[in-house]
């Protein structure tokens, strides 16, 4: 049974096919997995994501054919309960690690107003100096080293990379069973990068923590993501095992993605040119009908117009396209 089945979120500004920001999408994230949620700017990672844990925008109507998480039906509790549910299942870290933190109180005191919301059945967390031990604790896990200071500072006063860090460490103490992380490499140097991405990795590994991680850079998060889903403009094109995506691209954006890709990541000969994607990415209200993609896919035809069928293979590997077929390599 997966830890997270949603099946069919549509977001929508007003009626029609043009109006849906959030096109159908559907994840499926299997317990102790960790799915990328690969996309461009603007193309509806963080809607989705706050979809996920109850937070609507104002002026948008939400809908969903299925949301289970851990077998339950979140879709038939009431408010309340669903707010309750889903608060206790999963923690969500915001592309700014700011955003997640108070920032008129220090560190020190947040971690206290975490680790009291967890309901332990035990009374040894009640001994005195137990959640000063389990900070600590927390903090040297994640590698933080000087976490004496950091305790005692306000956001304000840390770097984004300790933001960053002191969030994990409250996802530990909060124990979730789903991780949510939007764009937490964003604007990282590739030492910091590295940092993150291992420590994401240690504790997938350790606690085993289930993760959806939003990125528009898939390369970083490759070898960490043990299967991606790829979004363009609010449709999933593609999903799949990150490998069997990597070596088995089957929709044209992921095939022109994964080329640059391979581009930037090589030499190109002096006279060969830097491919680039034609055309310019859709903005709602002037979505395209039907492949979202089509405006600016080399192959497109007429019938393109129309929603593609999704082409499944046994593996799991799941795509959108008119075109692409099981066989093709």
Same mark, same amino acid.
């Given at each position: 049974m997966p830890l997270l089945d949603l099946k069919n979120l549509s977001i929508s500004r007003g009626?029609?096919?043009?109006?849906?920001?959030?096109?159908?999408?559907?994840?499926?994230?299997?317990?102790?997995?960790?799915?990328?949620?690969?996309g461009v700017s603007g193309a509806g990672m963080s809607l989705i994501m706050t979809a996920i844990v109850g937070i609507r925008r104002s002026g948008l109507t939400y809908s969903a054919e299925r949301y289970r998480i851990d077998g339950t039906d979140v879709l038939k509790l009431s408010p309340a309960k669903k707010r309750k549910f889903i608060g206790k #299942?999963?923690?969500?870290?915001?592309?700014?690690?700011? $955003?997640?933190?108070?920032?008129? $109180?220090?560190?020190?005191?947040?971690?206290?107003?975490v680790l009291s919301l967890r309901n332990f059945h035990d009374r040894w967390y009640r001994y005195p100096g137990w959640k000063k031990r389990? $900070?600590?604790?927390?903090?040297?896990?994640?590698?933080?080293?000087?976490?004496? #200071?950091?305790?005692?500072s306000k956001p304000g006063q840390l770097?984004?990379?300790?933001?960053?860090?002191?969030?994990?460490?409250?996802?530990?103490?909060?124990?979730p069973e789903l991780l949510i992380a939007d764009e937490p490499?964003?604007?990282?140097?590739?030492?910091?990068?590295?940092q993150i991405l291992s420590l994401l990795d240690s504790v997938? #590994?350790?606690?085993?923590?289930? $993760?959806?991680?939003g990125t528009n850079d898939l390369a970083p998060i490759a070898n960490l993501a043990g299967s991606v889903s790829l979004l363009y403009a609010g449709q999933i094109v593609e999903t799949g095992k990150t490998q069997a995506v990597l070596s088995s691209p089957k929709h044209p954006y992921?095939?022109?993605?994964?080329?640059?890709?391979?581009?930037?990541?090589?030499?190109?000969?002096?006279?060969?040119?830097?491919?680039?994607?034609?055309?310019?990415?859709p903005s709602w209200p002037e979505l395209p009908v039907g492949?979202?993609?089509?405006?600016r896919c080399p192959i497109a035809e007429r019938i393109c117009l129309r929603t593609p069928p999704a082409v499944k293979l046994p593996q799991g590997h799941v795509w959108r396209c008119h075109f692409s077929k099981p066989d093709e390599e």
């Open positions: 009626e029609g096919e043009r109006n849906r920001i959030i096109d159908s999408v559907s994840l499926t994230i299997d317990q102790g997995d960790i799915r990328a949620l690969v #299942k999963i923690f969500i870290i915001f592309q700014d690690p700011r $955003m997640n933190l108070d920032p008129a $109180m220090t560190i020190r005191r947040q971690f206290r107003e389990r $900070m600590e604790n927390l903090l040297i896990r994640v590698g933080i080293s000087n976490y004496q #200071k950091v305790l005692g770097t984004d990379i300790e933001c960053r860090k002191v969030n994990i460490a409250l996802a530990l103490a909060y124990e490499l964003s604007a990282m140097s590739v030492s910091s990068e590295s997938n #590994k350790n606690e085993h923590l289930t $993760m959806l991680i992921t095939r022109r993605l994964i080329k640059s890709m391979n581009e930037m990541g090589g030499a190109l000969d002096h006279d060969e040119m830097f491919s680039e994607l034609g055309g310019i990415f492949c979202r993609f089509g405006p």
